[in-house]
């Protein structure tokens, strides 16, 4: 058994309740440790995160005035991103299948994400349950890689957004207290997807986000800001 495999069954439920508020950064410091502590045993729950990732993405794409639009059905002249409501909407309702969730739940899901980021007061009421949202999932690419001098391991699931590349990030081995960051790159090109101080032991996940498509990656690396290359990951 690797670090990754195994799960605790006792709390996959409760655990996965909250992985919607962990992705959005909605947890505070020790609801975050105590489902990345279940995160480090239970495969289900990181396959389920990773589905979550893109979420911060595609709401940063929503305005508030699709997100009303998607609420009430009215109407505007102006119809900014709207194709990305049914988008977002779809994995709200894969939240709300997955918990056996009634329509309420699926309300707090997208009523809280567009709030967090974007300051939206939304009305009290349900969404439409009897309107079919079509849902088109891409397919993840999933890498990992190990650095036997450095220690770190790391598995990282990259998912296609509308804006680029959402990353999840499942990784151990880096010694606490140390700064770093989990770059991609492309040819020359490069962006730093997310950032973090290890103030934890054992195994972390985080997630972000990135402009470079998919299949424009060619290398993750994590380092540290002073460059430091704790290990690299080539991107197939």
């Given amino acids: ?3 990754f495999d195994g799960r605790d069954a006792a709390g996959t439920t409760h655990v996965r309740l909250e992985l919607g508020a962990l992705v959005l950064g909605a947890l505070d410091a020790d609801e975050r440790a105590r489902v990345e502590a ?3 045993g239970c495969d289900e729950c990181c396959a389920e995160l990773a589905e979550l990732a893109p979420l911060p993405g595609l709401l940063h794409r929503v305005s508030e ?3 009303l639009r998607a609420f009430d059905g009215s109407t505007g002249a102006a119809e900014p991103d709207v194709d990305l409501v049914p988008a977002v909407i779809a994995l709200a309702d ?3 299948r997955v918990h056996r969730a009634t329509r309420r739940r699926r309300w707090a899901v997208v009523g809280a994400a567009a709030t967090v980021l974007g300051g939206v007061a939304i009305a009290t009421g349900a969404l439409q349950s009897d309107t079919p949202v079509p849902s088109a999932e891409p397919t993840p690419v999933v890498v990992q890689a190990t650095d036997l ?3 770190v391991r790391a ?3 990259l998912t296609s957004s509308p804006v680029g590349t959402d990353l999840a990030l499942r990784l151990t081995g880096v010694p606490a207290g140390e700064e770093c960051r ?3 790159t492309s040819g020359d090109q490069r962006d730093v997807t997310a950032s973090w101080d290890a103030t934890y032991t054992g195994e972390a996940t985080f997630t972000g986000s990135t402009h470079f498509a998919v299949d424009e990656i060619d290398m993750l690396v994590i380092e540290t800001p002073a460059g430091r290359t704790l290990l690299t990951m080539p991107v197939d």
Avoid: C, I, K, W
């Fill in 149 to 151: 001098a450095t220690g």
């Fill in 38 to 40: 279940h995160l480090a």
């Fill in 155 to 157: 598995q990282v699931t």
């Fill in 94 to 96: 894969r939240e709300a």
């Fill in 1 to 3: 058994m690797n670090a």
């Fill in 65 to 67: 005035a699709d997100v």
């Fill in 182 to 184: 989990l770059v991609a």
